[in-house]
Each structure stands twice: as structure tokens, then as C-alpha cells.
């Protein structure tokens, strides 16, 4: 299994709309509102809506990428 959220574009990789813009992003584990968080913030907040069995390697690529900040939320 391999979670469609990911901490980099493939090079390559068109952007159709910059992350500023994206207020909300729904999965069937849940909404994260995204607008005026950091990237930090926003990194969290994608994790927690990701499949349960790849946070950790969410958390692994995010801290590799220097923007991982353990928050009170998740141990």
C-alpha cells in the first residue's frame, strides 16, 4: 500500500493549483483545513488524514525533509 499523500512533487510533476490556494483536503479518514497553517502545520495535518498503517512513514519523509515538528497530538 502506498498513501497518494506525499511530502514532494515528482520531478516532472505539473501543479495545477500552488498549496496556498488549497483550503481543504478530504479522504475517508477524515478533513484537514490547510489555509494559514505552516508547512509544519500542514504536514500534520495531511498525516492525520492518511491511512493509519503509513503515518509513520508519512512522519519518516517529513522529518527526512526537515518539516516535521512533533506536536502535543501524536506520540
Do not use: C, F
Amino acid at each position: 500500500m502506498q498513501s497518494r499523500i506525499r511530502p514532494t512533487i515528482s520531478p516532472g510533476s505539473i501543479v495545477t493549483v500552488p498549496r496556498s490556494i488549497n483550503y481543504y483536503v478530504v479522504t475517508e479518514y477524515g478533513i484537514a483545513m490547510l489555509k494559514g497553517k505552516s508547512t509544519w502545520q500542514r504536514a500534520e495535518a495531511l498525516i492525520d488524514i492518511s491511512h493509519p498503517d503509513l503515518r509513520d512513514e508519512l512522519i519518516k519523509e517529513a522529518d527526512a525533509n526537515k518539516i516535521w515538528v512533533k506536536s502535543n497530538k501524536i506520540s
